[in-house]
């Protein structure tokens, strides 16, 4: 059973940093794209970027450039989303998903982790 | 960035009646466009891909068509389970994927 299991909710102040994660069980880690994405409050989902954890392959969307910085371990057969410095807009749910391409549609989904910046 | 647009933000149905939900991409996508269903609490759940393929275990009472610009799912018979929220996202520019504002069906 494919599963994406993330890291529970986070309660950060601006300025600090945050690594949240996403591990995956039920197929081959390093065969598949790792995709994740943005839902604020009341809001859309909005694609972030995605990561090919079998040769750490990244791409990030404009808008999320230069913001965040996605990373995988294969040993582990986790993907992580990482901000160096939050800001209160980034308070929203983050889900991450499996993908067969780079530029497709996300077959299985993680449940998402809240994340809560405020001062 | 390929803007994508779904109408109506809500829907009420009765169960039992059909919802056909739309979405509209600002350039053509070709059919690399995907359908998904969100409720609270829970993953989204992938429905269609390459606008009319049902996934894997998706119930016939959804299908979905278009090309190019002008998308619709259809669920015929609407269950008590299929009050969520819909949302299209286009996959044809793989270098910035979009997904539709969504659009909440409801009980009416």
């Known amino acids: 059973e494919v599963q994406l299991v993330q890291s529970g909710a986070e309660v950060k102040k601006p300025g600090e940093s945050l690594k949240i994660s996403c591990k995956v069980s039920g197929y081959s880690f390093n065969n598949f794209w790792i995709g994740w994405v943005r839902q604020m409050p009341g809001k859309g989902l909005e694609w972030m970027g995605i990561i090919y954890p079998g040769d750490s392959d990244t791409r990030i969307s404009p808008s999320f450039q230069g913001q965040v910085t996605i990373s995988a371990d294969k040993s582990t057969r986790t993907a992580y989303l990482q901000w160096g410095s939050l800001k209160a807009s980034d308070s929203a749910t983050y889900y991450c998903?499996?993908?067969?391409?780079?530029?497709?549609?996300?077959?299985?989904w993680g449940l998402g982790t809240l994340v809560i910046v405020s001062s | 960035e390929i803007v994508m647009t779904q109408s109506p933000a809500t829907l009420s149905v009765s169960p039992g009646e059909t919802a056909t939900l739309s979405c509209r991409a600002s350039?053509?996508?070709?059919?690399?466009l995907a359908w998904y269903q969100h409720k609270p609490g829970q993953a989204p759940r992938l429905l269609i891909y390459g606008a009319s393929t049902r996934d894997t275990g998706i119930p016939a009472r959804f299908s979905g068509s278009g090309s190019g610009t002008e998308f619709t799912l259809s669920i015929s018979s609407v269950q008590s389970e299929d009050f969520a929220v819909y949302y299209c996202?286009?996959?044809?520019?793989?270098?910035?994927?979009?997904f539709g504002g969504g659009t909440k069906v409801e009980i009416k």
């Open positions: 350039q053509s996508v070709s059919r690399d």
């Open positions: 998903a499996r993908a067969w391409t780079s530029g497709t549609f996300f077959d299985f």
């Open positions: 996202q286009q996959y044809n520019n793989w270098r910035a994927l979009s």
